[in-house]
């Protein structure tokens, strides 16, 4: 990793090392090797994400197109997946899930440049996104929102610190 941050506004495909990744992990389909190298390789070259300030974008297929739109406020969790295969290319899945009931996650990013960085920056929008909405519903037009916000976070630190005193 290197010590710079990517921006994951600007990720729009994924790596090529996806495109070798779906190659080896098909050739280990034998003789159906072809059909699952083509279906994959359809979804990679049809793969796109839009990183966005509300949320998250993706869509791929060819005969079938799918697209997944989840905002930072609907995340719920967010898990890194690694096979044998992909922490050998220094690939990894991004799982996002939502409170929407289903064991699946609603979205799987495959080939983020990242991972790890993507999936912090992921986590820090989500939690971000909740603030941002809070403050700005309780700030009325008068009142600046920074101001505000600085308020909600004093109050809160107090709480936070009654809470501990009270835990001893």
């Excluded at 990744?21 to 389909?29: G, N």
């Excluded at 999936?119 to 939690?127: I, W």
């Amino acid at each position: 990793m290197s010590s710079e941050t990517y921006d994951f506004m600007a990720f729009k495909r994924p790596v090529k090392s996806l495109a070798t990744y779906y190659l080896v992990s098909s050739l280990v389909t034998g003789p159906l090797f072809p059909i699952f190298w083509f279906a994959r390789m359809c979804k990679y070259w049809t793969l796109e994400y839009d990183f966005d300030e509300d949320g998250i974008s993706m869509k791929w297929g060819v005969l079938w197109r799918r697209e997944i739109h989840l905002t930072y406020r609907r995340i719920q969790d967010i898990h890194l997946t690694r096979n044998v295969i992909q922490r050998w290319m220094r690939l990894a899945d991004v799982s996002v899930q939502t409170a929407g009931g289903s064991a699946s996650p609603e979205m799987v990013i495959e080939g983020a440049p990242c991972p790890e960085e993507l999936r912090d920056d992921l986590y820090a929008r989500m939690r971000g996104s909740g603030l941002v909405d809070h403050a700005a519903a309780t700030s009325g037009p008068d009142s600046g929102s920074a101001s505000g916000s600085a308020e909600a976070i004093e109050l809160l630190t107090e709480i936070r610190d009654l809470l501990r005193e009270r835990g001893r």
